[in-house]
């Protein structure tokens, strides 16, 4: 089945580490992406990563993908207010449309 | 310069009214999308059109209907509107369809309140 899943919220001090988690269950997905909701915005794309790779570094971002437990991160470091929104994986199966996840709301406090 | 461009960006309407939502991208893509977010946050996709060919048609009431005048847009018309039609509406578009290896590029949302 398609079914992605994510942690709701996630709280973080500025200048730590944010660590969102994804996992999903289609096996036949070809490339996974992170997107980024602001408050009353669309969606942005942050990065992608194809499945057969372990792990995409793109400044701040780092991506890991954990193939076999089916199980995609993304790092964001020195998080910063800015980057408080919701996140959202979503994999990309061959039928072309995107599944998305829950959606993991990023909130980062002084 | 926008990329992709929906219109309007809010809509407020009463129950049983049929209303639209415009769709542009000026990117030279070929594949378009609707989805629908809901008032969770979740996001489901509703339909895709390659070269203004339906292709993806998820279990979506036939109140629904795209249309694709061109390749660069993707209306959605939605007939005797249900409260439970309110949410965010998302168009998309990505370059081709080679399998899993497009980009979507997402519009600013629509956000549909029926009364």
Redesign the interface.
Known sequence: GEDVEQSLFLSVREGDSSVINCTYTDSS???L?W?K?EPG?????LT?IFSNMDMKQDQRLTVLLNKKDKHLSLRIADTQTGDSA?Y?CAE?????????G??TRLQVFP | DTAVSQTPKYLVTQMGNDKSIKCEQNLGHDTMYWYKQDSKKFLKIMFSYNNKELIINETVPNRFSPKSPDKAHLNLHINSLELGDSAVYFCASSQDRTRGQETQYFGPGTRLLVL
């Open positions: 997905s070809t490339y992406y997107y909701q915005a669309g969606l942005q794309l992608y919701i959202f990309s199966l061959w039928t072309d449309k995107l599944i998305f829950t959606g």
